[in-house]
């Protein structure tokens, strides 16, 4: 599987947007790029995903760099609640069934 | 908005005792997911399961462990002898194609812990 690569933490003061970087340049052509955050004591919460083109969503924005080597999912206007920790995951598009593999991910602290 | 439901929401055990800790996934998907976390560790793959049976399983889920489809509507995961390494949050999960292009949704989860 394609890895991915994180900070292990990011802090951010609350109301303002949030940039959270991911790195995966042995992506492949197939590769969708998920995102996933777990709130304290929760299980995972699905984000966003995207496969080229950037994507928004009630809950983020995903911004992909062209040569899909990176991408970055931003809130944008950072609450309390949006403090967990967030994962960068890479699905192919063609395999059905397989699993998430969870890095460490970025915890993200959110300051009033 | 459709979720996933597990239960019980903590469950304690003595060491060897068997467990089964039961899930509700999301009624029109079709694969089903275990997963388990550590406390203070990464969220970890055990098994997927589709068509009611296993499509896939990491070395963790060893013969200690076992899941089943008994209705149309549960979901479960047996462990048949506990052991205090079991101690863990377990999470089930569903999607409803399995490919990459869908998310899954996730249970709050059972925390388990053997004593």
């Known amino acids: 599987d394609a890895k991915t690569t994180q900070p292990n933490s990011m802090e951010s003061n609350e109301e303002e947007p949030v940039h959270l970087p991911c790195n995966h340049s042995?992506?492949?052509?197939?590769?969708?790029i998920h995102w996933y955050r777990q709130l304290p004591s929760q299980g995972p919460e699905y984000v966003i995903h995207g496969l080229t083109s950037n994507v928004n969503n009630r809950m983020a924005s995903l911004a992909i760099a062209e040569d899909r080597k990176s991408s970055t999912l931003i809130l944008h206007r950072a609450t309390l609640r949006d403090a967990a920790v967030y994962y960068c995951i890479l699905r192919d598009r063609d395999n059905a069934g397989n699993m998430l593999t969870f890095g460490g991910g970025t915890r993200l602290m959110v300051k009033p | 908005e459709p979720e996933v439901t597990q239960t019980p929401s903590h469950q304690v055990t003595q060491m060897g005792q068997e467990v089964i800790l039961r899930c509700v996934p999301i009624?029109?998907?079709?694969?089903f997911y275990w997963y388990r976390q550590i406390l203070g560790q990464k969220v970890e793959f055990l098994v997927s399961?589709?068509?009611?049976?296993?499509?896939?399983k990491s070395e963790i889920f060893d013969d200690q462990f076992s899941v089943e489809r008994p209705d149309g509507s549960n979901f479960t995961l047996k462990i048949r002898s506990t052991k205090l390494e079991d101690s863990a949050m377990y999470f089930c999960a569903s999607n409803s194609q399995g490919r990459g292009n869908y998310g899954y949704t996730f249970g709050s989860g059972t925390r388990l812990t053997v004593v």
């Open positions: 399961f589709y068509n009611n049976e296993i499509s896939e």
């Open positions: 009624s029109n998907h079709l694969y």
């Open positions: 042995t992506i492949s052509g197939t590769d969708y």
